[in-house]
């Protein structure tokens, strides 16, 4: 049984609009601790990343902790809205969740964050069979993976988990299979 926890990151500083540096806040980094006194006893053996800034300082306390190497994929990067900054996130994101296919332009709809998420997904499920890894990611690709192996999941339940940061998920998987899925408390 692989059991893979999906951190997502803590409190990014929204003054910074750029997806791959934005950094997080002095909150965002204080909560890095609670990550850690989460995932310390799990026996975490691999750690990936998104190759954002905020999602890889996340886990950085844990991984420097326990002298994990962070394997970044670009495709546990969050969804490109498109070219830029929306004022009105909660109706876009509404509108998302309720076509699959929406997006705007030079933007990805949730089907496409989904599909590259589940495939970097099978590809660390494959090369860490019966292991514990932590994967560092953000709210829509982690909700999209969740909703891939959970379709209850939807709108309601991203829009409940909007300002949770850090997020916590755990799933298992028999190879490829998946088993079961949990929200976790910090």
Known sequence: MTTVYFVRHAE???NNHDDMTRELTEKGWADRE???EFLKDKGITKAYSSPFKRSIDTIGDFTEKFKLTVETDYDFRERKVG???LDDFDSFAKQQWADFSYKL???ESLAEVQERNIKALQKVLAACKDENVVIATHGTALSTIVHNYHPSYCYE???RIQDVMPWI???KFD???FVEWKECEL
């Open 169 to 171: 998920v755990m799933m």
């Open 157 to 159: 339940d991203f829009y």
């Open 175 to 177: 190879g490829l299979n």
């Open 34 to 36: 609670r990550v850690t």
């Open 105 to 107: 332009e030079h933007g």
């Open 83 to 85: 070219d830029g900054w």
């Open 12 to 14: 990014p500083n929204y």
